[in-house]
């Protein structure tokens, strides 16, 4: 079955810098478009970024638009999420999320039938 397994998530200052990385498996990885999403307790899975199938369309919220970057893998069935200048606000957890189909990326949660357990991300001083 597919499973996603999302790592590198922690405690960074603010202006930080964090990686994450999301694993993938029991899939043709490089047919599936994959996003990342955030959650904070009480508020709604809200997108982050995403990412076609080859990699060459990326889309990211407004919110991260110029502070992180998604990429992808395909040869290690990875996706990614570089974070810089990290801000209080981006305290969550991160979820990464798969899709297969020919849409080349899609920002709601509904359109993603796959997900990760989540790795928490803490920006705090």
């Known amino acids: 079955q597919v499973q996603l397994v999302e790592s590198g998530g922690g405690l960074v200052q603010p202006g930080g810098s964090l990686g994450l990385s999301c694993a993938a498996s029991?899939?043709?990885?490089?047919?599936?478009?994959m996003g990342w999403f955030r959650q904070v307790p009480g508020k709604e899975r809200e997108f982050v970024a995403a990412?076609?199938?080859?990699?060459?369309?990326?889309y990211y919220a407004d919110s991260v638009k110029g502070r992180f970057t998604i990429s992808r893998d395909n040869a290690k069935n990875t996706v990614y999420l570089q974070m810089n200048s990290l801000k209080p606000e981006d305290t969550a957890v991160y979820y990464c999320?798969?899709?297969?189909?020919?849409?080349?990326?899609?920002?709601?949660?509904?359109?993603?039938?796959?997900w990760g357990q989540g790795t928490q991300v803490t920006v705090s001083s």
């Open positions: 999320a798969g899709r297969k189909d020919n849409i080349p990326v899609v920002t709601s949660s509904e359109g993603y039938p796959y």
């Open positions: 029991g899939l043709t990885f490089s047919s599936y478009a």
């Open positions: 990412l076609s199938k080859i990699g060459g369309i990326t």
